[in-house]
């Protein structure tokens, strides 16, 4: 199975901030057809979660610009700006390369 | 507009079998590239996939459960299932349906998830 590590386990921001989330993958996520198949959850307290990112860099519908992803291979970054309070909750990145799909264990946003 | 809803038993006995519902709308699982997935997580833990389903009635399962699963669907009823025989404790946890395109090969629409708790 493909590993997902993601790091820090939490971070803490101030309200306008910015922040990066890492994640790490076992093995490389480029798919035989090319694509990388790397997504970015966020899950708010109480909530389920919901799709910010697929296939590294690309938002979702009605996701603001202010998420940006990046990364390729085994490295991926999920980059948040003007942080909101809004924004906190728990992050999780995700691949869909390789069966069976893994998750990381998710990263803590919380307020300084 | 997207969404889905489980549906389960909430509460049942160690060996039983866990049937799971999901009932959603505005897309169709017999449409070229869609698919829905299973999820769950245990209460203040993170998530594990547990099974796709494609629009093709292609199946991909997690074989950390050995065997246990068996997801299929209902095209005409929009409904997607999932079934996992000989529960035990460590299957206690909140269960999500969400759908997954070719497109994405990410969970694009969650649904609000159900309670399972598995308890003697």
């Known amino acids: 199975d493909v590993v997902m590590t993601q790091t820090p386990v939490s971070l803490s921001v101030s309200l306008g901030g910015q922040v990066s989330i890492s994640c790490r993958s076992s093995?490389?996520?480029?798919?035989?057809?090319?694509?990388?198949?790397l997504s970015w959850y966020l899950q708010k307290p109480g909530q389920s979660p919901q799709l910010l990112i697929y296939?590294?860099?690309n938002r979702f519908s009605g996701i603001s610009d202010r998420f940006s992803g990046s990364g390729s291979g085994t490295d991926f970054t999920l980059k948040i700006s003007r942080v909101e309070p809004d924004d906190l909750g728990v992050y999780y990145c995700?691949?869909?390369?390789?069966?069976?799909?893994?998750f990381g264990a998710g990263t803590k946003l919380e307020l300084k | 507009q997207v969404t889905l809803k489980e549906s389960g038993p909430g509460i049942l006995q160690p060996s039983q079998t866990l049937s799971l519902t999901c009932t959603f709308s505005?897309?169709?699982?017999?449409?070229?590239?869609?698919?829905v997935g299973w999820i769950r997580q245990p209460s203040g833990k993170g998530l594990e996939w547990l099974a796709n389903?494609?629009?093709?009635?292609?199946?991909y399962y997690n074989p950390s459960l050995k065997n246990r699963l068996t997801i299929s669907k209902d095209t005409s009823n929009n409904q997607a299932f999932l079934k996992i025989t000989n529960v035990d404790t460590a299957d206690t946890a909140t269960y999500y349906c969400?759908?997954?395109?070719?497109?994405?090969?990410?969970?694009?629409?969650w649904g609000q998830g159900v309670m399972v708790t598995v308890s003697s």
């Open positions: 969400a759908r997954i395109s070719i497109t994405t090969v990410g969970f694009d629409y």
């Open positions: 505005g897309f169709s699982l017999s449409t070229y590239g869609m698919g």
């Open positions: 389903i494609w629009w093709d009635d292609d199946k």
């Open positions: 093995q490389s996520l480029v798919h035989n057809n090319g694509n990388t198949y």
């Open positions: 296939k590294v860099s």
């Open positions: 995700g691949q869909g390369t390789q069966y069976p799909y893994t």
